[in-house]
């Protein structure tokens, strides 16, 4: 008779691994390519808190609409007639804060700009060179995948591969604790650089929940990294503490991590 594969093998074992990393992939880049396309490079000069055009995607929305390098951007608008001024410390979130209240600010502020993203149509109040402002209403297009930035794939494929060799030694031993370890550090690895690729690919401001799930991804997988390569090191290749005295240290990481401003 034909024996069935059990669920333990390393072929099984790795099998899931790949699966994985595919939904994982399929994800990041479904998630990166959702937001609407501007077409768009923006500088933000936190100095003057003036945000600048710095590239046009050639046929994308901007370029169709007659956005040029150098225009600022003054405004996004809709439609219905509705505006929100816009400038670069809208667009800074919670970095630099040194309060929760001020953080919880930040973030409302992004979320605004976000959401007026979210018009359609979506106008665009921009000031040439020469002071004048004009109107430009972009096009709806889809965000082509060539349009994603290399720090994007960078970023997707460092984690793949990570989780995959992690995943690889794991499949081979898997009732080890030392190859637990290795493999939770690899998929910590994809959690952390995964939600750092789809924040690499914004390019004004990203839906606010989206925005959260992939910070959280980022924060968490970058945590949980920390955590198990110095449970690791407790463990392997000489077990140096024993039972609930190697959590304390990545219990530790955890909490500094999650602990409010």
């Keep these: 008779g034909v024996s069935r594969m059990r669920m333990s093998t390393p072929h099984t074992l790795l099998l899931g691994t790949v699966f994985l990393c595919i939904l994982v992939a399929i994800l990041s880049i479904t998630a990166a390519s959702a937001p609407v396309w501007l077409g768009l490079g923006f500088q933000a000069q936190s100095e003057t808190?003036?945000?600048?055009?710095?590239?046009?995607?050639?046929?994308?929305?901007?370029?169709?609409?007659?956005?040029?390098?150098?225009?600022?951007?003054?405004?996004?608008?809709?439609?219905?007639?509705?505006?929100?001024?816009?400038?670069?410390?809208?667009?800074?979130?919670?970095?630099?804060?040194?309060?929760?209240?001020g953080a919880d600010a930040?973030?409302?502020?992004?979320?605004?700009?976000?959401?007026?993203?979210?018009?359609?149509?979506?106008?665009?109040?921009?000031?040439?060179?020469?002071?004048a402002v004009r109107t430009i209403e972009l096009p709806l297009r889809r965000r082509p995948l060539a349009t994603l930035s290399a720090e994007f794939w960078a970023n997707l494929g460092f984690g793949l591969l990570a989780a995959l060799i992690c995943g690889w030694v794991w499949a081979l031993r898997p009732a080890e604790q030392a190859t637990q370890l290795f493999a939770l550090t690899g998929l910590s690895m994809l959690a952390f650089s995964s939600g750092w690729a789809v924040h690499s690919s914004v390019e004004l401001a990203l839906d606010l929940r989206l925005f959260m799930l992939a910070r959280w991804f980022n924060g968490a997988g970058a945590t949980a990294y920390g955590s198990a390569m110095i449970a690791l090191f407790l463990c392997y290749p000489k077990r140096l503490v024993r039972g609930p005295l190697m959590l304390l240290a990545p219990l530790a990481v955890a909490i500094w991590y999650f602990a409010p401003l």
Excluded: N
């Design 49 to 101: 808190g003036l945000l600048v055009i710095k590239s046009v995607v050639p046929g994308g929305p901007g370029a169709i609409a007659g956005a040029q390098p150098g225009d600022q951007l003054v405004a996004l608008g809709s439609g219905a007639g509705r505006t929100l001024d816009v400038t670069a410390y809208d667009l800074h979130k919670d970095s630099g804060e040194t309060t929760q209240a």
């Design 106 to 131: 930040s973030m409302l502020r992004y979320g605004r700009v976000a959401q007026a993203l979210k018009a359609v149509p979506l106008r665009m109040y921009l000031k040439d060179a020469q002071g």
